[in-house]
């Protein structure tokens, strides 16, 4: 390390910050520290941040102790108005002089193409570090991304936590400096058991290695690793897997300083109650982790992560037990109490459940839904029955206790408690896959009659809520509106369901309650599900331009998300052939000459046919052959949505293209012959325009 730079260590004690908030506020610090370094021009080294439940750190592995000296010029009057006639200094040249703290004689002159002016150059010298470390770490601060700060004491400044301690040294040196009332030392804190003396950090190297041997694991990362590796451990130990969320890893990461894992068995009789509901009793609840066998079935065994390594774990883990015994009786006595009543059994319990003021109870819901699947049953291939008995039962475990207590079994126990009350196995598993994706990343549906469920319930909930005003804005979506297209639009291509969208919005507008007039916000249906697509699409790697010769050519009024996808993707493999670059700059050109034809008064009237005995040029007659050959062909190939194959026929009329070009004239002077070649070249443009508008891949080609 150089003799002019020093690590730098800045440390926030607090008390227990959110847990979900953590990694953020992490790597927010760091983020906003570094930005405040790069424009005070501290030359630095990597930045590395440090989270644990009561306290948010940064260290850099050195920092330059002092600014370097900075040239400055600053531009003055221009030279007409700081000297008179006489060439005397002005009223504003004085004036300048002094706000430079220097005489007029002392001021150069700047000359250049604009004009020339009086000007003070000089060498502003360099702040110490240390005196400029307080304003950028405040400044980083006040940035941090925290949506509601608190108050505590008799302070009026507010963070997410009350602060208690503040380390910021300078390599071995404490900078003085106070955040949030609290000066700023060397003593951080230690674990609140392990060691309830303060640490004085000796230097800000040496941070993470003392705070170690205060019991603190003070690396974010670090401490999620060792975590992960004690209970896979402890889950291999009890002859089991442990089943670990990244989610949930994650909350426990932030919620201890020193992990320990430890493990407790619970009574084998909680065990026929559904997995699922003991798994989320243990991990939403109790933040636990459970344990299966090799083949998948839940184990009596969790798994809980303690923040002390206590001299008597047999204590820990009993009162661990105890805790979780009265969960998962709720969940048992909960289990027993919803089969005592048939699912179909529940619908009426839907009306006094209120879907939305405007849209009625979800019973009117669910059989808006069971209408829309009862009507897509023969587009994925199921029974019209099975579809309106799901769609009915779509909602029914909402009134159940179980999912009253815990929500987030929508479904799953809908499935469960259908194939108690004799359900077709079928119906059942659609009750649960009709929630699919349920969040990013997620699969869809596997059964043709979860796919169809999924697609009717955001069919519903799009249009009525589009028909209400409450369509997503800016940030604001508050009924995950853009999750439930892209799960809508996601579910139609990847299980390959060719359907007309602007037609079930269409149908399921007519069975909105009439007073939200939902048949006028189709088209903004449409709207929303392509700039959702568009999105997705993005975020697949496709080229913008990919995007926008597909949606130039569909019709809104007709549209299928799994025939756009097979458009782009053709387009996307058109893009990669040869010829593809020519004949999208040829179709650039033809759409142009065509546009600038139709403005043109004298060819109001644009000839739509072509008349082959009016040419005039050989160029002309091939183009005119290899187009009408292959037309049979292609229109065979768009037919069938063989866009692919579309394209790449069309890509062999690259040469006979490129010499109509070479050779022929298209605004000839004969107004016959022109508007014969302006047809021949609208026919070859809407052979491109039945499948996309090839002139906009020039870009992304």
């Known amino acids: 390390m150089s003799q002019n730079t020093a690590p730098l260590l800045f440390e926030l004690g607090t008390e227990e910050l959110p847990p979900g908030a953590l990694k953020s506020l992490q790597t927010a610090l760091v983020e906003k520290i570094r930005d405040g370094l790069d424009r ?10 440090y989270a644990a439940p009561r306290r948010l750190a940064v260290q850099v592995s050195e920092v330059i102790i002092e600014q370097a000296d900075r040239s400055f010029e600053r531009r003055g009057p221009a030279l007409a108005s700081a000297f008179d006639d006489a060439g005397n200094p002005t009223r504003a040249a004085e004036g300048f002089a002094r706000s430079c703290g220097v005489s007029v004689n002392a001021l150069e002159r700047l000359e250049t193409d604009e004009g020339a002016w009086l000007v003070h150059r000089g060498i502003e010298p360099g702040q110490p570090t240390a005196s400029l470390l ?26 997410v936590r009350p602060v208690h301690w503040v380390v910021l040294l300078l ?90 894992a430890l493990s407790g068995s619970f009574a084998k009789d909680f065990l026929r109650v559904p997995a699922e509901a003991l798994i989320s009793s243990m991990q939403e609840h109790q933040r636990y982790f459970p344990v299966k066998d090799q083949q998948g079935a839940l184990l009596p065994h969790f798994i ?32 027993d109490q919803d089969r005592h009543q048939a699912l179909g059994d529940r619908l009426s319990s839907l009306e006094q459940v209120v879907f939305q003021k405007s849209l009625g109870s979800v019973a009117d819901k669910s059989q808006r839904v069971a209408q829309l699947a009862e009507g897509l049953a023969d587009t994925f291939g199921v ?29 799953i126990m809908g499935r469960y408690y259908a194939l108690e009350s004799g ?25 043709a009659l979860g796919q169809l469920l999924a697609v009717a319930e955001r069919i519903d909930t799009l249009t009525g809520i589009f028909a209400i005003g409450k369509a997503p804005t800016g940030a604001k979506d508050p009924f995950a509106l853009r999750r439930a297209a892209l799960g809508l639009l996601r579910t139609l291509i990847e299980a390959e369901r060719d359907m007309d969208l602007t037609a079930q919005f269409t149908a399921a507008a007519s069975s909105q309650p009439a007073a939200v007039e939902a048949s006028k916000q189709v088209s903004a249906l449409v709207d929303f599900c392509l700039e959702r697509l568009r999105a ?25 998300p799994l025939d756009f996808d097979r458009r782009l993707r053709a387009c996307q493999a058109f893009a990669q052939l040869p010829a593809a670059a020519s004949l999208a700059s040829a179709n650039k050109r033809i759409r142009n000459l065509l546009r600038k034809a139709e403005s043109d008064a004298a060819a109001a009237v644009t000839q739509t046919t072509v008349n082959p005995a009016q040419f005039e040029q050989t160029a002309e007659s091939d183009l005119f052959e290899a187009v009408t050959h292959r037309q049979a062909t292609l229109q065979s190939h768009i037919d069938q949505a063989q866009y692919a194959q579309a394209l790449a026929l069309l890509a ?50």
């Open 40 to 49: 005070a021009e501290l030359t630095h080294g990597a930045l590395t941040g």
């Open 134 to 159: 307080p304003g950028i770490i405040e400044q980083a601060l006040n940035h941090l991304p925290i949506p509601k700060r608190m108050r505590w004491g008799s302070e009026t400044l507010e963070f």
């Open 171 to 260: 390599g071995d040196q404490v900078v003085p400096a106070s955040f949030f009332g609290v000066t700023a030392d060397r003593n951080s804190q230690g674990h609140r058991f392990h060691h309830p003396d303060p640490i004085a950090i000796t230097s800000a190297s040496t941070y993470v290695e003392q705070l170690h041997r205060g019991h603190v694991m003070v690396d974010f990362a670090a401490r999620r690793a060792s975590i992960r590796e004690q209970v896979m451990a402890e889950g291999e130990r009890l002859g089991g897997q442990a089943m670990i969320e990244d989610g949930l890893l994650d909350e426990v990461t932030a919620l201890v300083e020193w992990p320990v």
């Open 304 to 335: 809980t992560v303690a923040n002390i390594d206590s001299q008597a774990p047999e204590q820990v883990i009993a009162g661990n037990e105890r805790v979780i015994r009265p969960r998962l009786a709720d969940a048992a006595f909960f289990w």
């Open 383 to 411: 029974s019209a029955t099975d579809a309106k008995r799901a769609g009915q039962l779509s909602r029914a475990d909402l009134v159940t206790e179980m999912v009253g207590e815990f929500p987030d079994l929508q479904g």
């Open 423 to 447: 359900e077709n196995p079928a119906v059942a598993a659609a009750l649960d896959e009709g929630y699919q994706p349920r969040f990013s990343g997620d699969a869809i549906a596997p059964s």
């Open 536 to 560: 997705l699409y993005h975020e697949q790697g496709f080229a913008a331009e990919l995007f926008e010769a597909v949606r130039t050519v569909i019709d809104p009024n007709a549209f299928s």
């Open 652 to 701: 062999e009329l690259k040469e006979p293209v490129d010499q109509f070009f070479d050779q022929v004239m298209v605004m000839a002077e004969d107004p016959a012959i022109q508007k014969n070649r302006l047809a021949l070249l609208h026919l070859l443009q809407q052979q491109f325009l039945a499948i996309a508008d090839v002139s906009a891949l020039t870009e992304s080609g």
